[in-house]
């Protein structure tokens, strides 16, 4: 590999504005991505930590595989537990999770889109140029958010110039302002940065549904066999009248901001940007497991998001996905910091999984990663052998395939606005136009589910959970199950055995995983790798925003980190904590 002229190795390390410790290789050919890498260079040791532990304490430890999806680990280990002991639990429950997991959804998606994926595409500096008349001109032009006035933009532009003034960016700092990429005019910018602080208060208020059922967030409390809050309109201590009128007023935010504002701005920003409809898309393989129940999680029928897989862009066919099938999901370490007891060249279903930790790779600071050999602490999942996208962009595709009327009509309504071909939702544009679909189709979903919890209880049924099966005495010997869901940024699920009432075996496999994965024994590339390599091409390897634009569409959550080198190794940014 020549580190010169055309053939030079980009590297991006850490990739920011992410969850977790990621490291990007890009090997070029001229100013083109020929392929890329990508590396987890943080090691998750959670299964081996809940190895001896009671099954029912699993949830408060799988918690913290992250800092940012607490309440779906908690709720996937949850699902485990009861599917192993084959434990119902009461409608009531099943509501309040999926209002809690639907409100993660309109939380994580707005968020990722203003304060992680936006400032790929927005222009911070440029907005200081920007006329606040012609601003508000552009946002009652595509909205009716009352916040669009040009004093209200006027504000917004001194404020922002005030940072820049002052020398002290911030958030905006350390950014390739300027990039010829940028192609947002000046208005638009304003426009976007405004919506950006916008979102910093309006998340803080939409975050207390989860304290509301959950008692605090992050984190929230679970329970195996229900939910831990118990309603009665009349106390102070329970799920009360007041609590639940609360929880009204949330969703009705969450709808607002979504309709007004995310939706919009994801219009008008994706309309500068059409070209991102040919490139980023890789697999062309794509999977669910499906979630939101509406009749228990045994009732797949009742799913929301139906589950099944999508190959080769054949969105004719939906393949059955079984999670219990030995032959399935099978994870590969062949170019992990794994070893498996028979071998790298294994795949093992995950009630077999091994964690086995082997570490062989270059000692900091080195130049490059050797890819012939391991490259990454993620392991490489499989569906029947084929390496699989989650997320977004995968529940879109689904819900589209399988007749979702109002999927339809988004998908529909996005194509004939931006005028762009169907065949653009295979790309980087259509991951991000995917994630702000879901956020609409959530919105509305969940005052559906509040409106069934208030008639249960009206007609009343109280009841949040089941005490059936709580004692290990009477539990099987053996038994195992799986805690699958959709979570924000894909299709996680949870595996565990039980023997002698504790875990003997435990093993998740998070949506990063399924996309950020190293190739496997058979060469095939993850997710990200994929798609980097799909047409992609850098107008300056020293500021790839390109890169970050179709790693950022996925929503990584790996956990953070903080510098950058170039081609020949050297730092390029460097943070100082005071």
């Given at each position: 590999?020549?580190?010169?002229?055309?053939?030079?190795?980009?590297v991006?390390?850490?990739?920011?504005r992410?969850e977790?410790?990621?490291?990007?290789?890009?090997?070029?050919?001229?100013?083109?991505i020929?392929?890329?890498y990508?590396?987890?260079?943080?090691?998750?040791g959670?299964?081996?930590?809940?190895?001896?532990?009671?099954?029912?304490?699993?949830?408060?430890?799988?918690?913290?595989i992250?800092?940012?999806?607490?309440l779906?680990?908690?709720?996937?280990?949850?699902?485990?537990?009861?599917?192993?002991?084959?434990?119902?639990?009461?409608?009531?429950?099943?509501?309040i999770?999926?209002?809690?997991?639907?409100?993660?959804?309109?939380?994580?998606?707005?968020?990722?889109?203003?304060?992680l994926?936006?400032?790929?595409?927005?222009?911070?500096?440029?907005?200081?140029s920007?006329?606040?008349?012609?601003?508000?001109d552009?946002?009652?032009?595509?909205?009716?958010?009352?916040?669009?006035?040009?004093?209200?933009?006027?504000?917004?532009?001194a404020?922002?110039?005030?940072?820049?003034?002052?020398?002290?960016l911030?958030?905006?700092a350390?950014a390739?302002?300027?990039?010829?990429?940028?192609?947002?005019?000046?208005?638009?910018?304003?426009?976007?940065?405004?919506?950006?602080?916008?979102?910093?208060?309006w998340q803080?208020?939409?975050?207390?549904?989860?304290?509301?059922?959950?008692?605090?967030?992050?984190?929230?409390?679970?329970?195996?066999?229900?939910?831990?809050?118990?309603?009665d309109?009349?106390?102070?201590?329970?799920?009360?009248?007041?609590?639940?009128?609360?929880?009204?007023?949330i969703?009705?935010?969450?709808?607002?901001?979504?309709?007004?504002?995310?939706?919009?701005?994801?219009?008008?920003?994706?309309?500068f940007?059409?070209?991102?409809?040919s490139?980023?898309?890789?697999?062309?393989?794509?999977?669910?497991?499906?979630d939101?129940?509406?009749?228990?999680?045994?009732?797949?029928?009742?799913?929301m998001?139906?589950?099944?897989?999508?190959?080769?862009?054949?969105?004719?066919?939906?393949?059955?996905?079984?999670?219990?099938?030995?032959?399935?999901i099978?994870?590969?370490?062949a170019?992990s910091?794994?070893d498996?007891?028979?071998?790298?060249?294994?795949?093992?279903?995950?009630?077999?999984?091994?964690?086995r930790?082997?570490?062989?790779?270059?000692?900091?600071?080195?130049?490059?990663?050797?890819?012939?050999?391991s490259?990454?602490?993620?392991?490489?999942?499989?569906?029947k052998?084929?390496?699989m996208e989650?997320g977004?962009?995968s529940?879109?595709?689904?819900?589209?395939?399988?007749g979702?009327?109002q999927?339809?009509?988004?998908?529909?309504?996005?194509?004939n606005?931006?005028?762009i071909?169907?065949?653009?939702?295979?790309?980087?544009?259509?991951?991000t136009a995917?994630?702000?679909?879901?956020?609409k189709?959530?919105?509305?979903?969940?005052?559906?589910?509040?409106?069934?919890?208030?008639?249960?209880?009206?007609a009343?049924?109280?009841?949040?959970?089941?005490?059936?099966?709580?004692?290990?005495?009477?539990?099987?010997?053996?038994a195992?199950?799986?805690?699958?869901?959709?979570?924000?940024?894909?299709?996680?699920?949870?595996?565990?055995?039980i023997?002698n009432?504790?875990?003997?075996?435990?093993?998740?496999?998070v949506?990063?995983?399924?996309?950020?994965?190293?190739?496997?024994?058979?060469?095939q590339?993850?997710?990200?790798?994929?798609?980097?390599?799909?047409?992609?091409?850098?107008?300056?390897?020293?500021?790839?925003?390109?890169?970050?634009?179709?790693?950022?569409?996925?929503?990584?959550?790996?956990?953070?980190?903080?510098?950058?080198t170039?081609?020949?190794?050297n730092?390029?940014?460097?943070?100082?904590?005071?």
């Amino acid at each position: 590999m020549s580190e010169s002229g055309v053939n030079e190795r980009v590297v991006v390390d850490p990739i920011t504005r992410i969850e977790g410790h990621l490291r990007i290789e890009a090997q070029m050919n001229g100013n083109k991505i020929e392929s890329a890498y990508s590396s987890g260079t943080m090691v998750r040791g959670i299964e081996i930590i809940l190895k001896g532990r009671d099954p029912r304490d699993a949830w408060a430890f799988a918690q913290r595989i992250c800092g940012v999806c607490t309440l779906v680990h908690g709720l996937a280990s949850i699902r485990a537990v009861e599917n192993a002991l084959d434990y119902k639990i009461p409608k009531n429950a099943d509501l309040i999770r999926n209002l809690m997991n639907g409100a993660q959804y309109i939380h994580d998606h707005v968020m990722h889109f203003y304060h992680l994926h936006a400032l790929d595409w927005v222009d911070v500096v440029s907005a200081l140029s920007a006329d606040p008349k012609a601003t508000s001109d552009l946002a009652q032009s595509i909205s009716d958010y009352p916040k669009s006035s040009p004093g209200y933009f006027a504000d917004m532009k001194a404020k922002l110039k005030g940072f820049v003034d002052s020398g002290q960016l911030g958030i905006f700092a350390k950014a390739y302002w300027g990039h010829p990429a940028y192609k947002l005019p000046p208005e638009a910018n304003l426009m976007a940065v405004s919506h950006y602080l916008e979102a910093l208060a309006w998340q803080r208020d939409v975050a207390r549904l989860h304290t509301i059922f959950g008692g605090k967030n992050p984190h929230p409390n679970f329970v195996v066999g229900g939910v831990p809050c118990a309603i009665d309109l009349n106390s102070d201590s329970a799920l009360n009248s007041k609590k639940l009128s609360q929880v009204q007023d949330i969703i009705n935010q969450m709808k607002t901001f979504v309709d007004q504002v995310y939706v919009p701005d994801t219009l008008a920003i994706a309309s500068f940007y059409k070209d991102w409809g040919s490139r980023g898309e890789g697999l062309g393989n794509f999977l669910t497991y499906g979630d939101f129940p509406s009749n228990g999680m045994d009732d797949v029928a009742g799913y929301m998001i139906p589950p099944g897989a999508i190959l080769n862009r054949d969105l004719s066919t939906i393949h059955d996905v079984d999670m219990n099938a030995a032959e399935e999901i099978q994870e590969y370490v062949a170019h992990s910091w794994y070893d498996y007891e028979n071998g790298k060249s294994a795949g093992l279903h995950p009630y077999k999984g091994e964690t086995r930790l082997n570490y062989t790779g270059p000692k900091p600071p080195y130049q490059h990663l050797d890819v012939d050999q391991s490259y990454s602490w993620l392991k490489s999942p499989r569906w029947k052998g084929n390496a699989m996208e989650v997320g977004p962009l995968s529940r879109v595709l689904m819900l589209y395939a399988s007749g979702h009327d109002q999927t339809k009509e988004l998908v529909g309504m996005t194509l004939n606005k931006l005028d762009i071909p169907v065949t653009a939702l295979f790309s980087t544009l259509g991951r991000t136009a995917a994630r702000t679909l879901e956020t609409k189709i959530f919105a509305d979903a969940m005052q559906g589910w509040y409106d069934d919890l208030i008639a249960n209880i009206k007609a009343g049924d109280s009841r949040t959970f089941n005490e059936v099966l709580w004692e290990p005495a009477s539990w099987p010997k053996q038994a195992q199950g799986v805690g699958f869901m959709e979570a924000p940024r894909g299709s996680l699920a949870h595996w565990i055995v039980i023997e002698n009432e504790t875990i003997k075996n435990y093993q998740a496999v998070v949506p990063s995983t399924w996309n950020a994965g190293p190739r496997d024994d058979k060469g095939q590339p993850g997710a990200y790798e994929a798609a980097l390599a799909d047409n992609h091409e850098l107008h300056d390897p020293q500021q790839p925003v390109e890169i970050l634009r179709t790693i950022h569409s996925f929503d990584p959550c790996i956990a953070c980190a903080v510098h950058l080198t170039d081609p020949d190794g050297n730092e390029l940014i460097k943070v100082k904590v005071r």
